[in-house]
């Protein structure tokens, strides 16, 4: 797909993003598929819609939305400490949104 990056934080979370903007072409559905088929548990987004648009029983993923209009990393930053309360209570097939 494009370029990808992976990197294990201090309290063991494995994380995987993706650099460079190839990524905006591919489909949500596509997106989900191969997370799925790769063996993520969580696919993080600010798409707010991502939980309408797709059957999220199709997916043994957890997606999380941070409730965020900019993907800048900085206020991206700033919902971590309140995903890192909620990681351990989160159910595969469901999308949570995450607040500040």
Do not use: W
Not at 22 to 50: A, P, Q
Not at 86 to 92: K, S, T, V
Request: proline residues 2%.
């Amino acid at each position: 797909m494009c370029n990808q990056e992976t990197e294990a934080t201090s309290d063991g979370i494995q994380c995987f993003y993706y650099l460079g903007t190839r990524i905006k072409r591919v489909k949500n559905g596509k997106l989900m598929t191969y997370c799925s088929e790769n063996g993520f548990d969580i696919l993080l987004t600010i798409d707010k819609n991502l939980a309408f648009q797709q059957n999220l029983e199709k997916y043994p993923l957890t997606i999380v939305v941070f409730n965020t209009f900019t993907s800048k990393i900085d206020e991206l930053l700033e919902f971590l400490p309140s995903f890192k309360m909620q990681l351990m209570h989160f159910e595969r097939h469901k999308a949570y949104i995450i607040e500040k």
